[in-house]
Nanobody, 116 residues
């Protein structure tokens, strides 16, 4: 069974860069059929897709976040990461990592608050 666990700072100051890590166990980050993704849910709002990385390392981003977002993976650590730069209070949300052949595996989510 593939297990995903998000980690990162719970509190980030405005204008800083948010870095989140998703650690994968029970499966390989380089599996040639697994895609990996980040989504988020702001307070009182619906889910918002952020980015994905495919088995070949190709990436895709939400148009609204593309200029501030980077997704990458580290095969040696079996992890993938999200960086979101120039954060504002509107980036406050629960962030989830997900993956698998049909995005059938998800982490439990991590709360990120942007505040000075």
């Amino acid at each position: 069974q593939v297990h995903l666990q998000e980690s990162g700072p719970g509190l980030v100051k405005p204008s800083q860069t948010l870095s989140l890590t998703c650690t994968v166990s029970g499966g390989s980050i380089t599996d040639n059929e697994y895609y990996w993704t980040w989504i988020r849910q702001p307070p009182e709002k619906g889910l918002e897709w952020i980015a994905y990385i495919d088995p070949r390392g190709n990436t895709g981003y939400s148009p609204s976040l593309k200029s501030r977002t980077a997704i990458s993976r580290d095969a040696s650590k079996n992890q993938f990461t999200l960086q979101l730069s120039s954060v504002t209070p509107e980036d406050t949300a629960v962030y989830y990592c997900g993956g698998g052949r049909g995005y059938n595996y998800w982490g439990q989510g991590t709360q990120v608050t942007v505040s000075s």
